[in-house]
């Protein structure tokens, strides 16, 4: 494995950095020179994150429970303390490990810098800093179908961190949601609870949906020998309604809990949203302005 990669992308606003399985993309906006030293750090920051994470990876893959572990490093701290909530279900860290990434490689960039705005991107998991007034809109990825797909969060709505999972997306899922972004007030929450509830949008045992043994696919999987989506076939309407509905109703609880502050869900063209999260189509400016997660 090739040690940390850093690059300015080509519009050389947006730094890469690149270190196996993680992969970031930055962007800061504020003063030049604040910007620059902000810049600095997150390469600094990253140079042993995979290592740190690496180095406790077997209890990591271990299920959590309602009695939070110590894990020495501070992005594995952030897993466990964002499934600790949510271990009444089957969950692992490694469910909140893009978006914990995100949120410590964010508290780099932010340490003792003053910052407009700025976010970190870790394959569509994303941590975001909004300073006062400020806005973001992003692109939410897969939904497909036309559907809408535009958010805008804005300062005061307390949301930090945005996440997204589904059987499509590059981590295993036991459902079949296309989507399911999820808001929340960390990177590492908003992507434990995306991970749920895309599980629960599920038609279990539908002939139309093609499972596989986790392990069958990766040998170190932390879902072991659980099934997961490989493929979803025709699906009737009502049978899309139902599975949505399901993945709803689990959004809706954490969102009861203050878990999350709200969650959109997609499957073949339908959609159901939790919580204050306003979709909209692209406009010309958006186009161009534009963050993606």
């Not at 969060?153 to 949301?159: N, S, T, V």
């Amino acid at each position: 494995m090739n040690g940390p990669q850093a690059h300015w992308l080509e519009d050389g606003r947006r730094l890469h950095l690149n270190h196996g399985p993680i992969d970031l993309i930055i962007e800061a906006f504020g003063d030049a020179s604040e910007c620059r030293a902000a810049y600095g750090q997150a390469v600094a920051r990253f140079q042993t994150i995979l290592s740190e994470l690496v180095e406790e990876l077997p209890e990591l893959r271990r299920p959590a429970s309602l009695r939070p572990r110590a894990f020495a490093g501070p992005t594995a701290r952030r897993m466990e303390a964002a499934v600790n909530p949510l271990a009444e279900q089957f969950i692992t860290p490694m469910a909140a490990v893009a978006g914990s990434v995100a949120d410590e490689m964010l508290g780099a960039l932010l340490a003792g810098r003053r910052l407009d705005r700025a976010y970190v991107n870790n394959g569509g998991d994303s941590a975001i800093h909004l300073g006062n007034g400020r806005s973001i809109t992003l692109a939410i990825a897969g939904t497909g179908h036309g559907l809408a797909d535009r958010i805008t969060i804005h300062a005061e709505d307390g949301i930090r961190g945005v996440a997204t999972s589904g059987w499509r997306g590059r981590s295993f899922s036991l459902g079949i949601a296309d989507a399911v972004t999820v808001l929340a007030r960390t990177g590492a929450e908003a992507d434990a609870a995306a991970t749920l509830i895309a599980n629960a949008v599920d038609l279990p045992g539908h002939p139309a949906v093609e499972r596989v043994p986790a392990r069958a696919l990766a040998p170190d999987s932390d879902l072991g020998d659980r099934r997961v989506t490989q493929g979803v076939g025709v699906l009737s309407s009502g049978e899309i309604a139902a599975a949505l509905d399901s993945g709803l109703a689990v959004a809706e609880e954490f969102r009861g809990h203050g878990l999350i502050a709200a969650s959109a869900l997609f499957l073949a063209g339908q959609a159901r949203i939790a919580g204050p999260m306003a979709l909209t189509a692209p406009s010309e400016k958006s186009r161009k302005e534009i963050a993606h997660v």
